[in-house]
Nanobody, 124 residues
Framework: QVQLVESGGGLVQAGGSLRLSCAAS????????MGWFRQAPGKEREFVAA????????YYADSVKGRFTISRDNAKNTVYLQMNSLKPEDTAVYYC?????????????????WGQGTQVTVSS
């Protein structure tokens, strides 16, 4: 059974940094693309960033490009989201997600596995 467990959320002042981690288990991690999504109160869940199975390709929402970096360590079955220059509008629950199909070319859709979420709050 696939499990995704996020950690690293918290409260930070605007301009600060946080690094989220997502530990995966239950399947061969290195063959699946991974993504990060977020959902703010009263808003729909939105795509934040994605990385392909070997880490060679990354994708970002325009709102986080240049501030956030997604990476993965396939030896540790972990994907990361480094968040710098945080803004109050980045406040949300952040979710780690795993692609349903191995070596998928999708990066905004096709996620069949989700973590429980971790809260990120950015104060002004």
């Amino acid at each position: 059974q696939v499990q995704l467990v996020e950690s690293g959320g918290g409260l930070v002042q605007a301009g600060g940094s946080l690094r989220l981690s997502c530990a995966a288990s239950g399947r061969t991690f290195s063959t699946y693309g991974m993504g990060w999504f977020r959902q703010a109160p009263g808003k729909e869940r939105e795509f934040v960033a994605a990385i392909n199975s070997n880490g060679a390709s990354t994708y970002y929402a325009d709102s986080v490009k240049g501030r956030f970096t997604i990476s993965r360590d396939n030896a540790k079955n972990t994907v990361y989201l480094q968040m710098n220059s945080l803004k109050p509008e980045d406040t949300a629950v952040y979710y780690c997600a795993g692609q349903s199909r191995a070596y998928s070319a999708n990066y905004r859709t096709g996620y069949g596995y989700w973590g429980q979420g971790t809260q990120v709050t950015v104060s002004s």
